[in-house]
């Protein structure tokens, strides 16, 4: 997989630029050191060549603009070098042509940072990969584009990794290149990993599973290119802008020249250039596409980016755009003596060999949890209906309800399937030797980044903010409250979306954002469309005009807060720049600017321009940003939040089993949760307060920034601590129904405290982590 060419396309004049600064420098310098001694013919001549040179370099760009259906904005360059050359003022002649040459050289450099990160992006391509000979023994080196999907693929240690594939062997992999996050990320054995990253640890194994020409980095290639093809519509305004300019500046030079002769009109020929305008602009958008990537933001072309930036109005689809868009386990609801980890383990061991969707999300449950799997025996399994094996000489069966042998619809089963529908989640029965043993809750989660990137799309100019989607119109609400969108378009079909564009479009810019193939209509009829990441046979990837690489949706915040920067940077630049040129003309005009020292000025306001145009490749010093302790520390806390939302299924388990557990049985149960509690959970909740705030006010700034959230570290304290005594004041005795009442509001408080806290920790501080880190692994967790 190599970039294409002509990606990166660089104008005739970049190189020669460079050769004429340097031929028309020496000829100034030339004829200064003649001068000075005395030769001033020779003086002279050398300066006319410079000009000469200067003339006809000018020419050149001005014919080629001409070719390219632009109006030749360097015939004010031509002219005042010429005009210079006719007077007999060879040494302005000469610094024309010099500050013209380094201006042109200084755009080069320019636009070469400005492209820096996309021609970075490009270049980092693999070309070739190491895989293994049949027997898995030997290895030899072949194209990229020889590798076939299920080869295995050995990686050197700082090579990049050729095509999308799954590990076979614990990785260190530095993922800048796609997601901008400048920590290597630790993978392990059955993690995917994607092409463009490198390894940056030892030499790793895994199996291909897509050809390099599907490949993720494929894909961003693809993208990449497609992004350079069209000017932006601010640049084509610039242009009219210069022609405008042009025309004035002739009018006030032929005035000039009426008023006081020839030197006059050139002196304001010299300052007239319009170069803020046709440097600016491009400057500063493709600044901003640059910078865009390295975010791994793709943004098809500059005029995309104008776009994005004036746009008041979003749609975003609900599915894998403001929700992770995969199920994951969010509640396990055990039936009868089993533990609600021992229903996981013995359910999750059975999945590992099954195929059906929801069997990766369980196994992955389980292993983040710590559960200990083994392999399953006799496994049958039947599509539509569940699997059923042995696991440790335990029956096991998951699926349906009528599968798992639930005869009818018992209490349980009927409220586990209320709540849910009222959750839009779906339901995976257990049994285990014959009897019901639980019900696990799969949901498609609500991302932790969504709600901070709608408050922060409305502080850069969001107005509108509508959730569309095919969903039930239930589920659709409890998503858009938690989110904070304006209004919600539920069960709506491909077509339906498209009327909801049309409608907004009314109204004014629309960006719709969506990850799906029915998206791909919507997207395209926007104003600026936008898809969840960067699989190049994606329909919705090739149908947008904006690419998320990366899977968050904060980058979306951050695209269009750097769109609407890069297009006020080159407007500040071309205002700037022209009242300069203006404020100078009017002093050449009256005879206070000789060409000379006209062409110096210039020179300096061309700097200016261009340097302040180049605002947009730094980085925005809005938004929190942690550093690399930072990260860390909100990484041990993410990992740290997996155990807890473990210990939170066992105190809703208990609290719900309080209504049919008899007396007796009541307290062991209880017991074993205030020790989950207090030995987990409280200490936790301490070190997040000691360690983890003070690192994050650092970033966020304020009076006391995390002052609401310490308050309610202090409240689940506090709640624990009364369940210990009503523990101790029970004691030994069989619980009356008076205390068994009070333990249930007890725990039903710590859960429902508990769980807001810890979502309102991931949506508010551990979201700010700058890429989500992989799944932890088991060791890991223990670590």
Known sequence: MRPPQSALPSSPWRSSSVLLLGLSGACLLAGGVLTLAGEGSGGDAAWIVCGGLGAAYSLWTMLASLRRGRVGVDAIAFLAVVGALAV???????????????????????????????????????????????????????????????????????????????????????????????????????????????????????????????????????????????????????????????????????????????????????????????????????????????????????GVLERLGACTTLLIDKTGTLTSGHPTLTNILPVGA???????????????????????????????????????????????????????????????????????????AKAARRRAQLDGSLTVFVSVDGRPAGVLVLDDSVRSDAARTIHLLRNHGIKRIVMVTGDRTEVAEAIGAVTGVDEVLAERSPEDKLDAVRAERARGGTIMVGDGINDAPALALADVGVAMGARGASASTETADVVLTVDRLDRLGEAHSLARRSRRIALQSVIAGMGMSLTAMGFAAVGLLPAVWGAILQEGIDVAVILNA?????SPTEGPRLDETQSRLARRFQREHLMIKSDLDRLLAVADSLGTTSPEQVMDPVREVYRLLSEEVEPHEEAEEHILYPALEQVLGGNEPTGPMSRAHAEISHQIRRLGHLIEDIGTSVPDQEDIDEIRRLLYGLHAILRLHTLQEEESYLSLEDETPAAPHVDELSA
């Open 614 to 618: 180049l605002r947009t490749v730094r």
């Open 338 to 412: 089993l533990a609600p980890e021992q229903v996981l383990t013995l359910a999750a061991s059975l999945d590992q060999v099954s195929s059906h969707l929801l069997a990766r999300s369980l196994v992955d449950a389980a292993r983040l949890r710590g559960c200990q799997l083994e392999l399953p025996q006799e496994v049958e399994e039947v599509a539509g209906s569940g699997v059923r094996g042995t696991v440790g000489g335990h029956k096991v069966a998951l699926g349906k309800a009528s599968w798992v042998g639930v005869v009818g619809s018992p209490p349980w």
């Open 88 to 302: 007999g003022e060879y040494l302005a002649a000469a610094v024309i042509s010099v500050m013209m040459a380094s201006g042109r050289a200084l755009e080069a450099w320019a636009a070469g940072r400005a492209t820096r990160d996309l021609r970075r992006l490009l270049e980092r391509a693999p070309a070739r990969a190491h895989r293994y000979q049949s027997g898995g023994t030997t290895l030899e080196t072949v194209d990229v584009a020889d590798v076939n999907v299920g080869d295995r693929v050995m990686v050197p240690s700082g090579e990049p990794v050729p095509t999308d594939g799954v590990l076979l062997t614990e990785a260190v992999i530095d993922e800048s290149a796609l997601t901008g996050e400048p920590l290597p990320v630790t993978h392990f054995r059955g993690d995917l990993v994607r092409s463009g990253t490198i390894n940056a640890g030892s030499p790793l194994d895994m199996q291909a599973t897509a050809p390099a020409s599907e490949s993720a980095y494929a894909g961003i290639v693809r993208l990449v290119a497609a992004a350079q093809s069209s000017p932006a519509p601010f640049v084509r305004l610039a242009d009219r802008y210069a022609v405008g300019f042009l025309v004035l500046s002739l009018v006030v030079a032929a005035g000039a020249w009426v008023a006081a002769g020839p030197q006059r009109a050139v002196a304001v020929l010299v300052v007239a250039s319009p170069c803020p305008l046709i440097l600016a602009a491009p400057v500063a958008l493709v600044g901003g596409l640059s910078r865009s990537a390295r975010r791994g933001v793709v943004v098809k072309g500059a």
